[in-house]
């Protein structure tokens, strides 16, 4: 308990104060200038003077003696510590996170009289980092250190978060940081800080950890102009730093399109000139494939470079289609084969590039060429030149040999492993009929042709497709079957097809026929073929979904549904997908990633695989030993999230398999650092610009960490007031007092 003197409570504070006033102008003309005029008596007027003000002093603040029970309580101080990860970029021989936490422990032994609240800002709202020592409940809490993990240092959503919370409210924050912030941004005007301080009314110190700017040269910063497009040119301008004493004048960029099927692919090359630390280089970049794409920009850093992690970017573009392009070639104009160009002239998303082959280059016409109202069937052009401007190709009822196609079967496997599509459609001249057996053809297509001599090469009798167990899963056909459910229409005669390949899965097979292995024979099968995909329709009667008793009842919409479904899904339409796969976050050089699994409850169930694949490998061991395989976690759900290892920085293609059949691919990048390592200058023109808003101080890391925090509150658990006397007795103490001294001036001579 502790006792301790003070004045009655309900005298307010400004009485106090002028009463005090008072007092000491009477005590200052009492004793310079009354003395001079007395005759006689100094010291009793001055001994009597003091106690009539002392009395009448009393008197007005009437002084009590209190006796409580206190306790002295810190003031509440907020400390932001920057989380992003551009904490995590060296500083002599360190990282910034540690001179961070350095600060941080200092700040902790200097604040001992605040209640001091470690949180980290990165993304939105901070995240509150106190641990409790071990130890009994109710044990002190220490502040734990900042790490360098978010992909953004947003400090003023973290400022707002904090001034607004429904918790008691910090009566100081403190922010630790190498300024190098998203927001408030670089270009930021005052107001902006003086618009910040305002909202917060509350002080806000600041302390760089980083001063000297690193000797570094980065791409800092990509933009392009609108959306990729496949085959349209894509512009991108390139942002170059090069700072911290390094020397740079021209400094060339690259851009290139990492693959699966083989080296990068150079797309663009520049020239930049290095001015007051910065240049600019715009690039033009074609795209021949859709869907997600990895571009490698970068730079040839000069000697001398710190940080050599932040010389190349590496970003995942989704690259959309204007429309599909489509070669369809056809041996001769059956039913089958007008149906097919009919329905893809009618789809306004597809251009279709078709040719009818009426000739061979052997045919005798017996007529002039200029008087032929033919063209020549221009294979060389189409199968050399063109070719990558397709994004499918469809085979159907064509004999390759007699036209000249043989030779470009090489070409045409190429651009299927390299992203490209291919359909091959039965009839007399498909398949083994057509002479694709032992050629670099057939090893793309999901099922194996015979090729010895004398195979059979079709089936003539009339044929039913069945429905396989897959086939009735599978995505792509679950237009066709909305519309006729199980049903098929009988088709005249089938192709003879082989077993599937590995990887490949069959939709539809022969109801009585097999293959060697003794497995039902595929009629309709597709399949993965590197970075592409490949379908296999051994039959030409598919027309019979338009025009038959079937088609009559389902006003002939079972055709379109069935190609509808077949071109998505060589295309990647996520609707044909058999599961979907997409990247919970921006995946970062040496965290784990976290990739979101959709697909099928009983598929996911089961134990579907992911893998992964490193893509800007230099050689064929590097990518196997990159190759990481991850089973999900098995659950009812259509949706589950894997966790994969950390993965070092580059290009990578993860592939998700549901049973045997293809699988779903997705292609992401992995960074060092991101955006937060494009940029490695330390910027503390920003925390002081935020410090003076706020009314705060900054400093350096290297500074006194003194700072000017608010002073500790303290609290009466149990008051007790007494007055040292009642009011009557301090008024006729001064009442005496005031006459004694009255004599006593009386006898001196004073009025």
């Known amino acids: 308990m502790n006792t301790r003197l003070a004045v009655n409570g309900d005298l307010p504070g400004w009485a106090t104060v002028l009463a005090l006033i008072l007092v000491a102008t009477s005590l200052a003309m009492l004793l310079g200038w009354e003395l001079r005029r007395r005759e006689r008596g100094g010291p009793a007027i001055v001994l009597t003077g003091v106690l009539a003000l002392a009395a009448l002093l009393a008197s007005v603040l009437r002084p009590v003696r209190v006796a409580a029970r206190e306790s002295v309580i810190g003031a509440k101080v907020v400390l932001l510590g920057d989380a992003s990860r551009s904490m995590a970029l060296p500083q002599d021989g360190k990282t910034r996170a540690d001179v961070e936490n350095t600060v941080i422990a200092e700040l902790a032994k200097t604040s001992k009289d605040a209640r001091l609240h470690v949180l980290g800002f990165g993304t939105g709202a901070p995240t509150d980092l106190r641990t409790r020592k071990e130890g009994a409940p109710g044990a002190s809490e220490a502040p734990a250190t900042v790490g360098a993990r978010a992909p953004r240092s947003d400090l003023a959503s973290a400022l707002r978060a904090v001034g607004g919370s429904a918790e008691e409210r910090p009566q100081a924050i403190i922010v630790v940081s190498d300024g190098r912030l998203d927001d408030p941004a670089e270009d930021a005007p005052p107001a902006a800080y003086e618009a910040l301080a305002r909202d917060l009314k509350i002080p806000v110190h600041t302390i760089a950890t980083t001063v000297d700017e690193p000797a570094d040269a980065s791409v800092r910063r990509v933009a392009a102009a609108g959306a990729a497009v496949a085959h349209v040119p894509l512009p991108i301008r390139v942002e170059v730093g090069c700072g911290g004493g390094l020397s740079c004048d021209d400094v060339a960029v690259t851009a290139r399109e990492l693959r699966e099927d083989g080296p990068p692919a150079m797309l663009a090359t520049g020239l930049t000139h290095i001015k007051d630390g910065k240049g600019t280089v715009d690039l033009q970049v074609t795209f021949d494939r859709a869907g997600a794409r990895i571009l490698e920009l970068a730079i040839a850093a000069p000697s001398g470079d710190k940080i050599p992690e932040n010389d190349r970017r590496l970003l995942t573009f989704n690259v959309a289609r204007e429309r599909v392009r489509v070669l369809h070639v056809a041996g001769r104009p059956t039913s089958d084969v007008?149906?097919?160009?009919?329905?893809?002239?009618?789809?306004?998303?597809?251009?279709?590039?078709?040719?009818?082959?009426?000739?061979?280059?052997?045919?005798?016409?017996?007529?002039?060429?200029?008087?032929?109202?033919?063209?020549?069937?221009?294979?060389?052009?189409?199968?050399?030149?063109?070719?990558?401007?397709?994004?499918?190709?469809?085979?159907?009822?064509?004999?390759?040999?007699?036209?000249?196609?043989?030779?470009?079967?090489?070409?045409?496997?190429?651009?299927?492993?390299?992203?490209?599509?291919?359909?091959?459609?039965?009839?007399?001249?498909?398949?083994?009929?057509?002479?694709?057996?032992?050629?670099?053809?057939?090893?793309?297509?999901?099922?194996?042709?015979?090729?010895?001599?004398?195979?059979?090469?079709?089936?003539?009798?009339?044929?039913?497709?069945?429905?396989?167990?897959?086939?009735?899963?599978?995505?792509?056909?679950?237009?066709?079957?909305?519309?006729?459910?199980?049903?098929?229409?009988?088709?005249?005669?089938?192709?003879?097809?082989?077993?599937?390949?590995?990887?490949?899965?069959?939709?539809?097979?022969?109801?009585?026929?097999?293959?060697?292995?003794?497995?039902?024979?595929?009629?309709?099968?597709?399949?993965?073929?590197?970075?592409?995909?490949?379908?296999?329709?051994?039959?030409?009667?598919?027309?019979?979904?338009?025009?038959?008793?079937?088609?009559?009842?389902?006003?002939?919409?079972?055709?379109?549904?069935?190609?509808?479904?077949?071109?998505?899904?060589?295309?990647?339409?996520?609707?044909?997908?058999?599961?979907?796969?997409?990247?919970?976050?921006?995946?970062?050089?040496?965290?784990?990633?976290?990739?979101?699994?959709?697909?099928?409850?009983?598929?996911?169930?089961?134990?579907?695989?992911?893998?992964?694949?490193?893509?800007?490998?230099?050689?064929?061991?590097?990518?196997?030993?990159?190759?990481?395989?991850?089973?999900?976690?098995?659950?009812?759900?259509?949706?589950?999230?894997?966790?994969?290892?950390?993965?070092?920085?580059?290009?990578?293609?993860?592939?998700?398999?549901?049973?045997?059949?293809?699988?779903?691919?997705?292609?992401?990048?992995?960074?060092?650092?991101?955006?937060?390592?494009?940029?490695?200058?330390?910027?503390?023109?920003?925390?002081?610009?935020?410090?003076?808003?706020?009314?705060?101080?900054?400093?350096?890391?290297?500074?006194?960490?003194?700072?000017?925090?608010?002073?500790?509150?303290?609290?009466?658990?149990?008051?007790?007031?007494?007055?040292?006397?009642?009011?009557?007795?301090?008024?006729?103490?001064?009442?005496?007092?005031?006459?004694?001294?009255?004599?006593?001036?009386?006898?001196?001579?004073?009025?």
């Open 338 to 751: 007008r149906a097919l160009r009919q329905w893809l002239k009618s789809d306004a998303s597809v251009d279709v590039v078709a040719f009818f082959i009426l000739r061979t280059q052997a045919d005798n016409p017996n007529a002039r060429q200029e008087d032929l109202s033919l063209i020549p069937f221009p294979v060389d052009e189409l199968f050399t030149d063109h070719l990558p401007s397709f994004d499918a190709v469809v085979l159907q009822d064509f004999d390759a040999q007699p036209y000249g196609l043989e030779k470009h079967l090489p070409q045409l496997a190429r651009y299927v492993r390299a992203g490209g599509g291919l359909i091959m459609v039965g009839g007399q001249n498909s398949f083994v009929a057509g002479g694709y057996a032992n050629t670099p053809l057939a090893e793309v297509l999901p099922v194996s042709l015979d090729g010895t001599p004398g195979a059979t090469a079709a089936d003539v009798a009339n044929v039913t497709p069945a429905w396989t167990e897959e086939g009735r899963a599978a995505p792509l056909l679950a237009p066709l079957r909305e519309v006729a459910a199980d049903e098929l229409p009988t088709m005249p005669g089938a192709n003879v097809l082989g077993d599937v390949r590995q990887g490949g899965l069959v939709l539809w097979a022969h109801p009585s026929r097999t293959t060697r292995s003794g497995a039902p024979m595929p009629i309709l099968a597709i399949g993965d073929q590197g970075d592409g995909r490949s379908i296999a329709l051994g039959i030409d009667g598919a027309w019979q979904l338009e025009f038959s008793q079937l088609a009559a009842r389902t006003s002939g919409r079972g055709y379109g549904a069935m190609w509808d479904g077949l071109l998505g899904w060589l295309m990647r339409d996520p609707r044909f997908e058999p599961g979907q796969l997409d990247l919970v976050e921006p995946c970062v050089a040496g965290e784990p990633a976290r990739l979101r699994v959709r697909g099928p409850a009983e598929s996911t169930a089961k134990g579907a695989t992911i893998e992964v694949k490193r893509l800007d490998r230099t050689n064929r061991s590097e990518g196997d030993a990159a190759r990481v395989v991850v089973p999900p976690r098995a659950t009812s759900a259509a949706t589950s999230e894997v966790v994969l290892p950390a993965l070092p920085a580059g290009g990578y293609t993860a592939r998700l398999k549901l049973g045997t059949g293809p699988t779903t691919r997705r292609d992401f990048a992995c960074e060092a650092g991101g955006d937060e390592w494009a940029d490695s200058r330390p910027d503390e023109t920003r925390l002081k610009a935020l410090a003076k808003a706020s009314g705060g101080t900054f400093r350096r890391a290297s500074d006194s960490l003194a700072l000017p925090l608010p002073k500790p509150a303290v609290v009466s658990a149990e008051r007790h007031v007494v007055p040292l006397a009642p009011a009557w007795a301090w008024t006729l103490f001064a009442a005496v007092a005031l006459g004694v001294h009255w004599f006593a001036r009386r006898r001196s001579g004073l009025t």
